[in-house]
């Protein structure tokens, strides 16, 4: 069974900074890669998704991600965060034989002024 | 397109009481997944369908739960008797059928139950 760890459940970050949230999956099969957000009172949209090929995946808002097979991790990244970042982030995998996604327990995302 | 659409947006009720949350995915999707997310659990999936089929409703917490999907633009998740512990956003998804389809999400339901 698939399973995701989110290993931080809040990221505090001065705008303009650089930010990393963290994801390790566990499969024993092949995957596919989501990281969703959700602002406050809304549902979840996608940022970005990694199905085959290169490793670094760009999202909308500038966001980035990286596929690292050998360490498991699908860490999402962004050079300069904005006040508007602020938001809760989900990790998410799927494995092939089934239409659901298994998420992490979420990042919230607090950027200061 | 319009969205996910889902209704009621916040649903305050008393113990003992039939909550229905209704869903409208968006046209052509044919995958549609509920979910619960509440601070204690984070964000569970409680069942989904293919083709308004069920195919997997292992989230489910209890008899007390059903959903169903009469046609491919509307699904219902009701409640009956409600709890307390119900109390949680219901979220509803619409994708295309395939594990890697991006699922849309509506706006969710806050559920009180009192």
């Known amino acids: 069974a698939q399973s995701v760890t989110q290993l931080d459940s809040q990221v505090p970050v001065f705008e303009e900074a650089p930010v990393e949230l963290r994801c390790n999956y566990s499969?024993?099969?092949?995957?596919?890669l989501f990281w969703y957000v959700q602002y406050p009172n809304q549902g979840l949209q996608l940022l970005l998704k990694?199905?085959?090929?290169?490793?670094l995946v760009k999202g909308i808002n500038g966001f980035e991600a990286e596929f690292n097979k050998s360490q498991t991790s699908f860490h999402l990244r962004k050079p300069s965060v904005h006040i508007s970042d602020t938001a809760e982030y989900f990790c998410?995998?799927?494995?092939?034989?089934?239409?659901?996604?298994?998420f992490g327990t979420g990042t919230r995302l607090q950027v200061f002024p | 397109d319009a969205g996910v659409i889902q209704s009621p947006r916040h649903e305050v009720t008393e113990m003992g009481q039939e909550v229905t949350l209704r869903c409208k995915p968006i046209?052509?999707?044919?995958?549609l997944f509920w979910y619960r997310q509440t601070m204690m659990r984070g964000l569970e999936l409680l069942i989904y369908?293919?083709?308004?089929?069920?195919?997997?409703d292992s989230g489910m917490p209890e008899d007390r739960f059903s959903a169903k999907m009469p046609n491919a633009s509307f699904s219902t998740l009701k409640i009956q008797p409600s709890e307390p512990r119900d109390s949680a956003v219901y979220f509803c998804?619409?994708?295309?059928?395939?594990?890697?389809?991006?699922?849309?999400f509506g706006p969710g339901t806050r559920l009180l139950v009192l």
């Open positions: 998804a619409s994708s295309l059928q395939g594990t890697q389809e991006t699922q849309y």
């Open positions: 499969s024993s099969v092949s995957v596919y």
């Open positions: 990694y199905l085959s090929g290169s490793t």
């Open positions: 998410a995998v799927s494995d092939h034989n089934t239409d659901k996604l298994i």
């Open positions: 046209s052509g999707h044919n995958s």
């Open positions: 369908f293919n083709n308004n089929v069920p195919i997997d």
